[in-house]
């Protein structure tokens, strides 16, 4: 009857899958300038400044099961959301699964959030003067500060509250509103 049991147990243990462990690519060293700000949609000092601002919010306490790099994350965030590629490209792109790629998103897009007012912030009363000037010379709008657009952005959803977040053309979207300068950089950014 031990035996029996023996032999089960190793049975049973010989059906546990394996985990593999992919090379992963390093964007930083793997493209050049070009090909880098092609995929990322951002210079290669912007995404080290990024990366290190980010870090305290994203970065792993330990280096068990081969977590992912600050670095890791911040590319595969930056690639799926500069490309609109499907998470199983980026996914293997980089060498990792498409949870690795949906966790990196989620948690590298929350640490952009928490930074997002040391970059976006509405424009002080001379700021506006110096907008209003810059739109009325370049394309002849008197007394704006900055053009406004929305947009409904694609999302996948769990079921839970599914229903909130179909739009009027009957699929999944979360809402995006940006306000641009004329020199066409964010001065403010709402997404609900």
């Not at 792109?93 to 997002?116: D, M, W, Y």
């Not at 002080?124 to 657009?149: E, N, Y």
């Amino acid at each position: 009857m031990a035996s029996l049991f023996v032999l089960l147990e190793l049975e049973i243990g010989s059906l546990r899958r394996q985990r593999i462990f992919r090379d992963r690519l390093n964007s930083l060293e793997a493209y050049t300038d070009v090909e880098f700000i092609s995929r990322y949609r951002i210079r290669r000092e912007r995404f080290l400044e990024l990366n290190d601002k980010i870090e305290t919010f994203i970065s792993r306490s330990t280096r068990r099961s081969h977590s992912l790099s600050v670095t890791t994350q911040l590319a595969v965030t930056l690639q799926f959301l500069a490309t609109g590629s499907f998470q199983t490209v980026v996914a293997s792109v980089h060498g990792i699964s498409q949870l690795s790629v949906s966790n990196c998103v989620r948690g590298v897009t929350e640490a952009l959030c928490s930074i997002a007012k040391d970059y976006i912030q509405f424009p002080t009363a001379a700021r506006q003067m110096s907008l209003q000037h810059g739109l009325l010379g370049k394309f002849g709008f008197p007394k704006v500060l900055g053009c406004i657009d929305g947009s409904h952005t694609p999302i996948v959803v769990s079921s839970t509250n599914e229903a909130i977040y179909v739009n009027r053309e009957s699929f999944h979207s979360i809402k995006v509103q940006v306000i641009c300068d004329y020199i066409f950089k964010f001065i403010d950014v709402v997404v609900k």
